[in-house]
């Protein structure tokens, strides 16, 4: 059974900062373009930042966490990272992991989600 685990969310006064970890188990997410997304109360869940499979993963991130967040993975933990830093109120959200086959639209897995609240 493939199961995406994110962890590291909490509490934290803005300008602050946050990792955000997400384990992947089941299979190898090795292949997969690694994303993670966010949904605040309220509102529709949003795109953050996303990692393709290969050596020198290519990197995509919304406009409203460029420079201020960073994605990684380590293949061989089958883990992705979420470093948040100069965090702002409106990055209150519910965060998730996702796992998509490379070249393909649709992501196939998601985490359960934790919660990272800014307050300011």
């Known amino acids: 059974q493939v199961q995406l685990v994110e962890s590291g969310g909490g509490w934290v006064q803005a300008g602050g900062s946050l990792r955000l970890s997400c384990a992947a188990s089941g299979r190898t997410f090795s292949s997969y373009t690694m994303g993670w997304f966010r949904q605040a109360p309220g509102k529709e869940r949003e795109f953050v930042a996303d990692i393709s499979w290969f050596r020198g993963s290519s990197t995509n991130y919304a406009d409203s966490v460029k420079g201020r967040f960073t994605i990684s993975r380590d293949n061989a933990k089958n883990t992705v990272y979420l470093q948040m830093n100069s965090l702002k109120p409106e990055d209150t959200a519910v965060y998730y992991c996702?796992?998509?086959?490379?070249?393909?639209?649709?992501?196939?897995?998601w985490g359960q989600g934790t919660q990272v609240t800014v307050s300011s």
């Open positions: 996702a796992g998509r086959k490379a070249g393909h639209s649709d992501y196939e897995y």
